[in-house]
T-cell receptor
Framework: GPKVLQIPSHQIIDMGQMVTLNCDPV?????FYWYKQILGQQMEFLVN????????KSKLFKDQFSVERPDGSYFTLKIQPTALEDSAVYFC????????????FGPGTRLTVL | GQQVQQSPASLVLQEGENAELQCNFS?????MQWFYQRPGGSLVSLFY???GTKHSGRLTSTTVIKERRSSLHISSSQTTDSGTYLC????????????FGTGTRLQVLP
């Protein structure tokens, strides 16, 4: 089936540094999402993105977070500066239209902030 | 309170037994998906099932919108079925937000 790719699979970074997580969504999809899962905890919605804009974000999507998809390339999640509580697995997803359509998930990027 | 509740929270089976996992939600529904999360963390999509019943091998998903519930039935469980099962729903309001349940941790013993 359609695949979503995420790069890197694992990132270790010092607190205060910037990190960019990359997602290669399904090619004809128009909606993109980021989710955060702290180890052993529930998967939480962060943000969704459509037509170059953030459509909706949760309380977890702090001011230090930003998303973009320049010129149809990777859909990225940038955290600047990082904090210890940002350590988690970040999952990217895409869907053809909105969330009433099936979402396809990537394998996740495990972010460790030291 | 929790919009999406899964039960049981954990379940231990002997190989060959069947399992019934429940997902109950408190909001109206636009879509429902079931996922299997491997012990290493990666997600496997099992069903996209906003309503009705779907089958895939030993798995069956049934969503009853009026009763605000969805179930996942696993027949003849295998040790490789061990992991966490998640339901996720999108509400039928003007939002694209998807909410995940808390998950059911399944352990199948040989």
């Amino acid at each position: 089936g359609p695949k979503v790719l995420q790069i890197p699979s694992h990132q270790i970074i010092d607190m205060g540094q910037m990190v960019t997580l990359n997602c290669d969504p399904v090619s004809n999809h128009l909606y993109f999402y980021w989710y955060k899962q702290i180890l052993g905890q529930q998967m939480e919605f962060l943000v969704n993105f459509y037509n170059g804009k953030v459509m909706e974000k949760s309380k977890l999507f702090k001011d230090q977070f930003s998303v973009e998809r320049p010129d149809g390339s990777y859909f990225t999640l940038k955290i600047q500066p990082t904090a210890l509580e940002d350590s988690a697995v970040y999952f990217c997803a895409s869907s053809l239209w909105g969330s009433s359509y099936e979402q396809y998930f990537g394998p996740g990027t495990r972010l460790t902030v030291l | 309170g929790q919009q999406v509740q899964q039960s049981p929270a954990s379940l231990v089976l002997q190989e060959g037994e069947n399992a019934e996992l429940q997902c109950n939600f408190s909001t109206s529904l636009n879509s429902m998906q079931w996922f299997y999360q491997r012990p290493g963390g990666s997600l496997v999509s099992l069903f996209y099932n906003p309503s009705g019943t779907k089958h895939s091998g030993r798995l069956t998903s049934t969503t009853v919108i009026k009763e605000r519930r969805s179930s996942l039935h696993i027949s003849s469980s295998q040790t490789t079925d061990s992991g966490t099962y998640l339901c996720a729903l999108a509400r039928s309001s003007n939002t694209n937000k998807v909410v995940f349940g808390t998950g059911t941790r399944l352990q199948v013993l040989p």
